[in-house]
């Protein structure tokens, strides 16, 4: 084999010492079975920490809404409410499991597509509505009329944002009131100010860049004026979220495997995929086309980061930094991170099940597990399982650097871990775990069903009790009582 | 020299030797070809106006738009051709990294659009890149849009082969020379000039400069994106080695303090890469040996990029009273005062109440009887003479307290006796129910 190409992952104190503990991990998969989540909730808190201390850097004030959509767990949730964070929910039972997970309804926001019963229910308890348009905004009105609810606030969100000087091109989005619609969106909201209250303007861009979020968020700053002007008294924007998270350890191990990988699609190496996937690149010719359908899984300005760099670039067609508008304006300013926010925070275990060479010479890791139980393939993030080695099986001499790929218990020629091949440090071995870590956002819990009567995940949370790990199952996770000395 | 039409002025650029003392090689005769010298300022004139005067000969050119994907040299050389052609031109871009480059093209009447980031949630079903789809869209309508194609149209390549690479070996005395070094963007000044030089003497060694993959030099691709690139054959080069943006930046140092070659950091990088390349085959060479590098633009428009990435370079002289010069004693003695206080100061003493933030927010919200002046043009007033005298009660406000308080401890220092800051700024003074205007 040539050398290996390893993509590790980038592993905070918290995952580091608990991958450090194979007995417990593998105490866990013998009682609970392969696959298996495991969730960190004391990370949530602290990755709220650091989003603040952005704020807090900037003068700002306003609140961090955690993405629920990203994960399902209670854990999570739960401990998220013993913080200063806020929820935002995108079903009726997202609100409902929020609620029960001890979110009052001030701290909740419901965002997304909304059914009648969703925005009853989200009037009714009283929480934030982000609405998305005017005709959701009218049904919301006769909702509150009909049933005589108490006023409900909400946020007003926008997409289609104008640029200035050079045309910043955006993915159209199907959420929000295009710009250009708003002055009709603020008819709707004076004719019904008995019903609702304008607290607020919000966009959400599904894109990792920043000029488009800058664009949008000048663009909000001078709606808000416009709804000044019409004696409406908004005092926050929420920027949504999408800053991403950085999942790699080296960025050199990044770039590397990105070249190699552009050769093997020019066929100027052995390929690196399962039958030649060039994961969006094509060879036309010699030439290169398409484009990396990946995750930048390498992201050094990624979370609050990301966003520190968005607060300090220039308002583009205001002039000054946007954190300096926002303050000067005295607006709040909301965040929805969820990928962001859930970083470091959990991990997806699966036991080897066999291990096998082909006649045409790869290496085939069967595991218990299949592509819908952790789907990083699905989202394109390329990002290498750690092994977790059995206990006392550590005496076998060793062999050298393995790559292989990673097949799951479908009976189906498509069922991949990833289609990527795998480098191991050394050879996998029947009943050894792979860890695959940092997938508590979007790729635990988002796409896993019951498909052939295989079993989806169960879910534990664990945290730290000095130099000793405690784990409970993730419907038992409650803050007061599922604590420890998180050093 | 006379001529008709400023594209006459194209090409026939000089090529000036490097003096020895400088680049310190014992055996080797360093030039630089300075195509930074042609009419529009770059290499690219020569292949902008190669590809598209066939195109503006076609009558039906008339009433369409010239359309690349350039957020660099060839969108400027274009946009000043179309230009003198009557012709709308359109730049589609990743993404314009060098503001002045964007400003310069606006001024130059270009419409400019930056394509979408990349997706934070990936949606698989969305196989089709941005560029592949603005391909789609110009060949979809060619009643439209010309498009001159750079990365693909061998009339770049044709520019260089039949221009750069001639002129190269006429100023050499009729010899190609033994070396030449250029930095790979398209492809096409180094596939066309080596094209030209090997026919005339096939020994000649050709060394293709790329950027570091993590790195960004303006006009140079990195290892992976020369692939995208159809002219880019890996064939034309003997080696294809990299350079980074520091590197380029070092270059460009050495030509534009040294060399009197007001060269960009492109044109950095090709010197970075040659001496580097040549110095490791110097001390074994027995004979005399030339080498060609290209000088591809002009250090002007580069100026964000090296404040970006070599401050220092950029040094300013230190001004005396600055907030920058504050000690941390002189803010701490800084007069405040708190919101309920300040209320009745107002009523009291009629200070003049200043508003330190920016027009816009100031025009949404203010103090009643506040003025504005904005902290930058604030900072500008204390170099150059405040509006109102030492004696003057004057209150300060800012956002939070934090700019202000440093301001009052200025002004303080320059000897004003009543000037004092809001404490906590506006947000304070909103929190305490005291009246904001929009007046």
Redesign the interface.
């Known amino acids: 084999m040539s050398t290996p190409l390893y993509l590790a992952p980038r592993l905070e104190s918290r995952l580091e010492s608990l991958l450090d503990r194979p007995d417990f991990l593998h105490q866990l998969t013998r009682a609970l079975g392969s696959p298996l989540n495991i969730v960190l909730p004391d990370q949530i808190a602290e990755n709220v920490q650091r989003f603040q201390d952005v704020y807090d850097r900037h003068?700002l004030?306003g609140t961090v809404y955690f993405a629920h959509k990203a994960n399902r767990s209670s854990a999570l949730v739960r401990r998220l409410a013993d913080t200063a964070a806020h929820i935002d929910i995108a079903s009726i039972g997202e609100l409902q499991h929020a609620l029960g997970c001890g979110f009052a309804p001030e701290r909740i926001m419901a965002t997304g597509p909304k059914s009648s019963e969703f925005l009853w229910l989200a009037a009714r308890t009283g929480v934030i509505v982000n609405a998305d348009s005017t005709g959701e905004l009218e049904q919301l009105a006769a909702i509150v009329t009909k049933h005589q609810l108490p006023r409900v606030r909400v946020l007003l969100r926008l997409c289609d944002f104008e640029s200035s000087?050079?045309?910043?091109?955006?993915?159209r989005s199907r959420f929000g009131t295009p710009v250009a619609e708003v002055p009709r969106l603020l008819d709707a909201m004076e004719t019904h100010r008995d019903c609702v209250e304008l607290i607020g303007l919000a966009y959400h861009l599904?894109?990792?860049?920043?000029?488009?979020k800058a664009t949008a968020l000048d663009g909000c700053?001078k709606v808000?004026?416009d709804c000044?002007?019409r004696g409406l008294r908004p005092r926050a924007i929420d920027i949504g979220?999408?800053f991403?998270v950085d999942y790699l350890a080296d960025?050199n191990q990044w770039?590397e495997y990105?070249?190699e990988l552009?050769n093997a699609v020019?066929g100027k190496r052995p390929p690196l995929t399962w039958r030649g996937h060039g994961y969006?690149l094509r060879s036309e010719q010699?030439?290169?086309?398409?484009?990396l359908?990946?995750?930048?899984a390498h992201r050094p300005v990624a979370g609050p980061r990301y966003l520190d760099e968005l607060l300090t670039s220039q308002a583009p067609s205001?002039?000054?930094p946007l954190a300096?508008?926002l303050?000067?304006?005295?607006y709040d300013l909301h965040i929805e991170p969820g990928?962001a926010l859930v970083d470091q925070c959990g991990i997806a275990l699966a036991r080897v099940l066999e291990v096998r060479d082909t006649s045409g010479g790869d290496c085939f890791v069967r595991l218990e597990m299949n592509a819908s139980d952790v789907s990083l393939e699905?989202?394109?993030v390329l990002m290498d399982p750690v092994l977790v080695p059995r206990p006392g099986d550590d005496d076998q001499a060793a062999s050298g650097p393995v790559g292989a790929y990673l097949i799951g218990n479908l009976c189906l020629e498509a069922d991949f871990i990833t289609r990527r091949l795998v480098h191991f440090p050394r050879r996998p071995r029947v009943g050894d775990l792979l860890a695959f870590v940092n997938t508590a956002g979007?790729f635990m819990d988002f796409s896993a069903d019951h498909a052939l009567h295989q079993p989806i995940a169960r879910k534990v949370a664990v945290y730290r009790d000095g130099a000793e790990w405690r784990w409970c199952l993730d419907e038992n996770y409650w803050p007061n009582i599922c604590t420890g000395e998180d050093s | 020299m006379r001529y008709d039409s400023i594209t006459e002025v194209i090409g026939d650029t000089p090529l000036v030797r490097i003096s020895p003392e400088i680049h310190g090689l014992q055996n080797v005769d360093l030039y630089a070809k300075l195509e930074m010298l042609n009419p529009f300022g770059s290499v690219k004139d020569r292949a902008a106006w190669n590809m598209v005067r066939p195109l503006l000969a076609d009558d039906a050119a008339g009433e369409r738009t010239v359309v690349e994907l350039s957020s660099g040299n060839t969108a400027k050389a274009l946009a000043v051709i179309s230009g003198m052609h009557g012709l709308p031109f359109k730049s589609v871009t990743n993404?314009?990294k060098v503001p002045e480059i964007?400003d310069l093209l606006?001024l130059l009447g270009a419409?400019?659009?930056?394509?979408?980031?990349?997706?934070?949630?990936?949606d698989?079903t969305?196989?089709?890149?941005?560029?592949?789809k603005i391909h789609q869209m110009l060949s979809a309508d060619t009643a439209a849009y010309v498009h001159t194609d750079q990365y693909y149209n061998p009339r770049n390549i044709e520019a260089h082969q039949s221009a750069t690479g001639p002129e190269i070996i006429k100023d050499l005395g009729g010899a190609a020379p033994d070396y030449f070094i250029a930095a790979v963007g398209t492809a096409g000044s180094s596939t066309g000039s080596a094209r030209a030089l090997r026919a005339h003497d096939p020994s000649v060694g050709v060394i293709g400069l790329v950027a570091e993959?993590?790195d960004f030099i303006p006009g140079i691709r990195n290892?992976?994106e020369v692939?995208?690139?159809?002219l880019?054959?890996p064939a034309t080069y003997d080696t294809i080695e990299s350079v980074s943006a520091d590197e380029a930046i070092d270059g460009m140092l050495t030509l534009v303090r040294r060399c009197g070659m007001l060269a960009g950091p492109t044109g950095g990088a090709a010197y970075f890469g040659a001496v580097r390349h040549l110095q490791a085959i110097d001390a074994q060479l027995t004979d005399r040996k030339t080498a060609v590098f290209i000088v591809c633009d002009r250090v002007e428009s580069y100026m964000s990029y090296v404040r970006k990435r070599r401050p220092e370079l950029l040094r300013q002289p230190a001004r005396r009273n600055s907030v920058a010069t504050l000690t941390d004693a002189e803010v701490e003695a800084a007069p405040t005062i708190d919101a309920a206080a300040a209320r009745r100061w107002i009523d009291e003493a009629r200070p003049l109440v200043v508003d330190l933030?920016?027009a816009?927010?100031?025009?949404?919200?203010h103090i009643p009887g506040s003025i504005n002046i904005v902290d930058e043009i604030f900072a500008e007033l204390i170099q150059a003479g405040m509006p109102f005298g030492r004696s003057q009660p004057v209150l300060l406000a800012?956002?939070?307290g934090?700019q202000s308080v440093k301001y009052a401890a200025l002004l303080r220092r320059m000897g004003h006796t009543d000037v004092r800051s809001l404490s906590g700024g506006?947000?304070a003074w909103?929190d305490a129910g005291a009246a904001l205007v929009?007046d």
Do not use: W
Not at chain 1, 293 to 296: D, E, K, N, R, T
Not at chain 2, 227 to 230: D, F, L, P, R
Not at chain 2, 360 to 365: P, T, V
């Open positions: 003068r004030s000087g050079v045309t910043v091109m955006s993915r599904d894109t990792i860049g920043l000029a488009e700053l808000m004026a000044s002007a979220g999408g991403g960025g770039d990105t070249s552009t020019l969006g010699g030439t290169l086309r398409g484009a359908g990946l995750y930048p205001l002039g000054r300096t508008q303050l000067e304006n005295l990928r699905e989202h394109g979007y | 993404r314009m964007k606006l419409e400019i659009e930056e394509l979408p980031g990349q997706a934070e949630c990936l698989p969305n196989t089709e890149d941005p560029l592949t993959k993590a290892i992976d692939n995208e690139v159809g880019f054959d933030r920016g816009f927010a100031f025009d949404a919200l800012c956002p939070v934090e506006i947000i909103r929009r």
